[in-house]
């Protein structure tokens, strides 16, 4: 590996630099690729300009002078066969003003925008010439912008990465086997392409190029995460044997019959327990689809082989549901399920984590304050996670480390109501098995979900009053107002304060992220009880919160949410038999991409779809949580655009497994910066 430094140019102040842009090697120039190109091969005639499009055009001075308006500019009118244009400089000397005379030619390169009168150019690069003399050569190539960063110049990198692809090019070393590039080109050559084209390279060379790269990048993942799986096979786990008569005793208490797609997962999941190595399974399965039961089976199978269980979910007010929930179906069994949470009292907080490490515990629900390390437990077997893909590849392995005891580690379940479309399953969670519960237990009545304008607020409410006269329960969601949480609990907070005003005869409750935990339970519970009949509620309530008599759900500002998001909140209602509305309220006038996003919600209740959807629109951002991706940045590769890339990963990546160890292990080098790979590979 050359260091940087051995560049011409390159000084310890500049290297310095460089290191933000994630650039220490030569090599890594190589693969710091243009993100877009400018053209200057081409001159263009006036009338040939388009606005906010750069572009070289050419004429000559027919005017120019100070204009004094709000802010002073120098204005200064061309003209070619076609049209004119008008430059107009903010800031300029006397020298400029006195160059740009009538009657001499000027060569300028800028974005076009329609101005005051006609089209003008601010601030364009510009040369002068006289009339008599020869116009300068046209460049030869596109000119690539590079990913900059403060104090480092397109000049400098372009010259930096004229020396790398000399220098370095040649040693770039093509890791695919050709049978596997279906036609893509060799990556020097994608290389040279992307970042010196020339006038003659097409859009769809460059596309193909970027495919190229692209391609490698989503393998690296995948095959970095494939070989944590892997590696998992290698590791031990306790196993926990398959036969289980307190499961079975279980299921004829509940009642109703596990659908056909919950005992397939059940099955899957007892299956990797009896394995000698980690079970490590991620369980889809949309709102309401029934995953609790199947969590609680697992556990109970664990407890019953004489092993503890944690189940942890991503808020306390869904640790505290799933405890109940959990000892409620738990009681004809005599068994009792802890509850261990950030926000208890000393304690009973000692007390459970007592019980956990004399191992009189053996299921405990909990936060992330399960984790904590005054936490020890007895002989934890298994970890189950609810609602919670929003977890970083690395952290579910924090979490697994956590519970490792002797040379054992945890079988570890996975539950997430938002269904991972493919191409992000097969980039972020390759390392994971899947199931996907695909059916909704039998008699739910599907909602109905209606778009009202906020204008119609008034119907609204006497709407929800009606309906809460026939003795049901309404949620209501306040908008989203992502910057800060403390005001989405100030608006949420002024929302239950009109709606208690508009219908004082009813019993309103509030809930939001800024309430201690005991206090937000209480309105849960009294919410749950049916005391208090219009739950007003910021986005915490986004997962798990079941309550089945709640049948009616607005939400204020939908249009600024994400679609899974919304799907997400809605599925908080159609729990019960009753025939469940959502109401998604708006401000007029909405932007074409929010009235399809709407029009989505509205048509759909198919959470992969949903997802799907979502992706396209909105990018992975959304799904994963900011902090997955965040941490799992790709560099050229676009989830969105480059999805058409996955079947050929899949297909390419088992062979690489099996027939070429080394060049597996150089793609995730050249690809995952040390620090990012989940465990040191190979
Ligand atoms: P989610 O998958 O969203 O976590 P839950 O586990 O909370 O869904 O289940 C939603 C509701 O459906 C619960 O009230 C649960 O008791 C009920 N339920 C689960 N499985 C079945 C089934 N097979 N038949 C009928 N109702 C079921
Ligand atoms: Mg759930």
């Not at 390169?109 to 150019?121: A, D, H, K, V, Y």
């Not at 697992?298 to 019953?304: C, S």
């Amino acid at each position: 590996m050359t260091a940087l430094s051995a560049l011409k140019g390159v000084g310890p102040q500049l290297s310095n630099k460089l290191q933000r842009l994630q650039l220490y090697a030569v090599t890594d120039l190589l693969f710091h690729l243009p993100i877009r190109y400018q053209d200057r091969t081409q001159l263009v005639t006036i009338n040939q300009l388009i606005p906010a499009t750069e572009q070289l055009v050419e004429g000559t001075i027919t005017g120019s002078g100070i204009r004094f308006g709000k802010r002073r500019s120098l204005l200064c009118t061309l003209e070619d066969q076609t049209g004119s244009l008008t430059i107009r400089l903010f800031h300029f000397n006397k020298s400029q003003q006195a160059a740009l005379q009538n009657g001499r030619t000027i060569r300028c390169f800028g974005e076009t925008r329609r101005g005051p009168s006609g089209l003008e150019m601010v601030h364009p690069e510009y040369q002068l010439r006289d009339s008599h003399q020869p116009p300068p050569p046209l460049d030869q190539r596109l000119t690539p912008i590079y990913p900059a960063t403060e104090g480092v110049r397109q000049r400098t990198l372009f010259s930096l990465t004229t020396q790398a692809l000399q220098v370095a090019l040649a040693t770039v070393e093509e890791l695919l086997p050709a049978s596997s590039r279906q036609g893509l080109p060799s990556l020097p050559e994608a290389l040279q392409t992307l970042h010196r084209p020339t006038a003659a390279t097409s859009k769809e060379q460059l596309h193909r190029c970027h495919e190229r790269i692209a391609l490698e990048e989503l393998l690296a993942h995948h095959l970095s995460l494939s070989l944590i799986r892997l590696q998992h096979r290698t590791e031990q786990a306790i196993p926990l044997p398959a036969d289980q008569p307190q499961v079975k005793q279980f299921l004829t208490t509940l009642p109703f019959t596990l659908t056909g797609a919950q005992q397939r997962a059940l099955n899957e999941i007892f299956k990797d327990l009896s394995h000698p190595y980690p079970m490590q399974r991620l369980l889809q399965g949309d709102v309401g689809s029934g995953k609790t039961i199947v969590a609680l089976c697992a556990a109970l199978h664990t407890a019953e082989s004489g092993y503890q269980v944690a189940l942890m979910a991503p808020t306390e007010l869904l640790a505290s549901q799933h405890h109940q929930v959990l000892n409620k179906l738990l009681a004809p069994l005599k068994i009792e399920a802890g509850l261990l949470t950030g926000s208890m009292k000393a304690a009973p907080r000692r007390a459970i984590i007592d019980q956990l490490e004399s191992g009189s515990c053996t299921i405990v629900v909990g936060t992330h304050a399960l984790f904590q390390k005054q936490v020890h437990f007895n002989k934890l077997a298994l970890v189950i996670i609810d609602e919670q893909h929003r977890f970083g590849v690395d952290q579910r392995y924090a979490l697994q480390q956590k519970g490792e005891s002797g040379n054992t580690i945890p079988h570890q379940l996975i539950m997430t109501a938002t269904p991972i479309p493919r191409t992000l399953a097969m980039t972020f969670y390759a390392d994971l098995d899947s199931t996907i519960i695909d059916e909704l237990p039998p008699g739910r009545t599907p909602i109905k979900t209606v778009t009202i304008p906020e204008s119609r607020r008034n119907e609204i409410l006497q709407r929800v009053h009606a309906n809460c006269q026939l003795g049901k329960q309404v949620y209501w969601v306040c908008p989203l107002i992502e910057e800060s949480e403390a005001l989405q609990c100030q608006a949420a907070t002024e929302s239950a304060e009109q709606i208690q005003q508009q219908l004082s005869d009813l019993k309103i409750g509030l809930v939001h992220g800024k309430m201690g935990a005991a206090d937000k339970e209480s309105v849960m519970e009294q919410f749950h009880r049916g005391e208090i009949q219009i739950l007003v509620a910021t986005t915490v309530i986004e997962v798990g919160v079941d309550v089945p008599n709640a049948s009616l759900m607005i939400i204020e500002s939908a249009e600024r949410l994400g679609l899974s998001q919304l799907h997400q909140l809605r599925g908080r209602v159609g729990r019960g038999a009753e025939a469940s509305s959502c109401v998604l309220m708006y401000r007029a006038p909405l932007s074409p991409v929010a009235t399809e996003r709407l029009k989505t919600i509205r048509e759909s209740t198919d959470g992969f779809e949903i997802a799907r959807k979502d992706l396209e629109m909105r990018g992975p951002g959304e799904l994963l949580g900011r902090r997955q991706t965040g941490a799992l940045q790709l560099k050229i590769a676009d989830l969105t655009q480059d999805q058409h890339l996955i079947p050929l990963v899949e297909q390419v990546a088992p062979d690489l497994l099996n027939h070429a160890p080394e060049q597996v292990k150089k793609l995730i080098q050249r690809w995952i910066p040390e620090g990012e790979r989940y465990r040191s590979v190979g």
